[in-house]
């Protein structure tokens, strides 16, 4: 286990430094990493760096017993790949032995999306007769605005908002990008910032532009309960996630005449590929549509 730690430590210095991983991308890694280490352990095996492609379809093996999912095991094999290619590149070890493990079979699921009404629910749940409802209003409306993921949304500060244009700035790792917002996401941003924000605030010097009632910067699972809460309010049977939203602004551009390219700038997706698959689940809902209304379907 000391070789281990050793190993790990030097793991997650890499893909905090080399690979400018998100601190939940990191978090991901490491819980897997940690968990094969101890399973090793557990088992008598050989150490992270001695361990043998035998040793590491043993401990998939191990996981399918215990009920885990294809999409967990696959995540598993691909937090194993990233950690032995990065030591076989290092020269640390000289036959990688995540090279032959190949994945589960996934089903392919398309994200699930609310409809235009069902986001016209949720956003109206919020009362803006306290702090609280203002605040929450503000989050709804610029998350379904720009489409932009929880922890970008979070890690927003009031430097990042020109109200005045309508647009935000959001930034990821060293990349930044501008994206517009709609008239009543401004107005809701506005009335926040101005008269709810500072006095919510625990300190002055606070930057962050969503914070929490203790003035502090929201965290995602506060986020996450927020969202849950008003899901609940509405009545929506959904299981309607932060990312719902995420998914329901790119679908809904596209079904409104947006091209791919441009959807793919706001959402800040590397590859083309990503934001394509809500072509696929626009075109499914056309033809269910289809299906659902032609007299002869």
Avoid at 141 to 150: C, N, P
Avoid at 273 to 297: E, F, G, M, W
Wanted: overall charge positive; aromatic content about 8%; charged content about 25%.
């Amino acid at each position: 286990m000391v070789l281990d730690s050793v190993s790990l430590a030097k793991f997650q210095d890499y893909l905090k430094n080399e690979r400018k991983s998100s601190e939940n991308t990191i978090a991901s890694y490491m819980r897997d990493m940690r968990q094969l280490s101890e399973y090793l352990d557990a088992h008598d095996r050989p150490n992270l760096i001695d361990a043998g492609e035998k040793d590491l379809n043993n401990y998939l093996d191990y996981l399918r017993r215990g009920g885990k999912s294809p999409a967990t095991i696959t995540r598993h094999i691909a937090t194993m790949k990233r950690f032995y290619t990065y030591f076989s590149a290092c020269g640390v070890i000289v036959q990688d032995p995540s090279a032959g493990l190949t994945g589960e079979k996934l089903e392919k699921k398309l994200p699930q999306i609310l409809t235009s009404k069902e986001v016209e629910l949720l956003l109206e749940q919020p009362e803006c007769t306290d702090a609280k409802g203002y605040r929450d209003r503000a989050m709804l409306e610029l998350l379904y605005a720009t489409g932009i993921r929880v922890t970008e949304l979070i890690s927003l500060n009031v430097s990042d908002v020109s109200l005045a244009v309508g647009v935000i700035r959001c930034r990821k790792n060293d990349k930044e990008r501008v994206i517009p917002l709609y008239p009543k996401a401004v107005k809701a941003l506005a009335e926040y910032m101005e008269f709810v924000r500072p006095q919510m605030l625990a300190s002055s010097d606070e930057q962050s532009l969503f914070v929490n009632l203790n003035g502090e910067r929201m965290t995602r699972q506060g986020f996450w309960k927020i969202v849950k809460t008003y899901q609940a309010k509405a009545h929506i049977e959904k299981d309607i996630t932060p990312h719902t939203l995420r998914h329901s602004f790119a679908a809904h551009l596209l079904e409104n005449g947006a091209d791919l390219r441009s959807i793919q700038e706001m959402l800040g997706h590397a590859d083309l590929s990503t934001t394509q698959i809500y072509a696929h689940l626009v075109k499914k809902q056309l033809k269910d549509v289809y299906n659902k209304a032609h007299p002869r379907a």
